[in-house]
């Protein structure tokens, strides 16, 4: 093979050098437009999925999947960090041992001693070091090992958990939200859900439980009140309205209807809204409580 002349090898050199430099900050815009897409995804999904996401059953076995999701994420986002750490690593390196080449042939060393040296510098950044054969030094593509996982599985094993944690989230929502039985008429109507409490009211579990939740929220509402009760509100002001929620797995109040809706009674429903009660006997439980304040 004939040898080229050190102006034609420093031209490669320096050709060879600024293909280094231009895959690392061609990958790094990718990194970046793939961060600002992602973070858009997030933001618009969390815009057009908080209410779908505040009736989710958070302590059913969507919590596990949501949390399985949280963890998937921030795996996808390490790995791709560290993919993107370990690019800009092997692509300066290998630019630098280029440069460098190039500096000693200017300065007129021989360049079979430079093109030795540059050959060792290089093989552990090119995929096969131990197959070394003349010219591979000019070869661009790089994939070295960095705890234990090449840039390529690094990103594979990154987009692939960056998928995952998008499936699990679903999963996860369309199995929180989805209703016992597929019958979800309760969420959209007050009296479906006024009927769904009573037929709970009257199972043997469904009455201790009305019975304990009534107390329950007898003694929370008495705490929460002051905010509703302010401006001199009168007793016989404050009327008669039925509250018919729908009671989480871990004592959360998912739904909440009040009927009539005053100032009042929805001033009370959003008191109540954030208090914890007892976990209720089965899945997307209903209750009723009749509140009256003018007796």
Not at 99 to 113: K, T
Not at 248 to 270: H, M, Y
Request: proline letters at 5%; a negative charge.
């Amino acid at each position: 093979m004939p040898e080229p002349s050190d102006e034609k090898l420093i031209e490669l050199l320096l050709a060879q050098r600024d293909e280094h430099v231009r895959r690392l900050h061609a990958v790094n815009r990718q990194l970046a437009l793939v961060a600002l897409v992602v973070a858009v995804a997030l933001f618009i999904g969390a815009i057009l999925g908080i209410d779908a996401l505040a009736e989710v059953d958070l302590e059913s076995s969507a919590a596990r999947l949501i949390g399985l999701a949280k963890w998937a994420f921030g795996a996808s986002a390490a790995l791709i960090a560290l993919a993107a750490i370990h690019h800009s690593g092997d692509r300066t390196a290998a630019a630098a041992h280029v440069e460098a080449a190039v500096s000693r042939l200017i300065s007129g060393e021989a360049h079979d001693a430079v093109l030795a040296d540059l050959g060792k510098a290089m093989a552990p950044l090119l995929p096969h070091p131990r197959g070394m054969q003349p010219g591979q030094y000019l070869a661009t593509e790089l994939n070295t090992r960095w705890l234990g996982l090449s840039l390529h599985e690094k990103t594979f094993f990154g987009m692939a958990l960056l998928v995952a944690a998008a499936l699990l989230v679903g999963v996860g929502m369309v199995g929180g939200y989805a209703p016992e039985g597929g019958d979800d008429s309760a969420d959209a109507d007050f009296a479906a859900a006024l009927q769904r409490a009573h037929e709970n009211a009257r199972t043997p579990a469904g009455a201790r439980y009305d019975e304990m939740f009534g107390e329950t929220f007898r003694a929370k509402l008495s705490e929460t009140l002051a905010p509703c009760t302010g401006g001199g509100l009168k007793r016989e002001e404050m009327g008669t309205f039925d509250i018919v929620a729908r009671v989480s797995n871990g004592g959360k109040l998912q739904k909440i209807w009040v009927d009539p809706s005053t100032k009042f009674s929805e001033c009370v429903r959003a008191a109540v809204a954030a208090e914890e009660f007892p976990a209720p006997p089965t899945p997307r439980h209903w209750v009723n409580v009749h509140v009256s304040f003018s007796e």
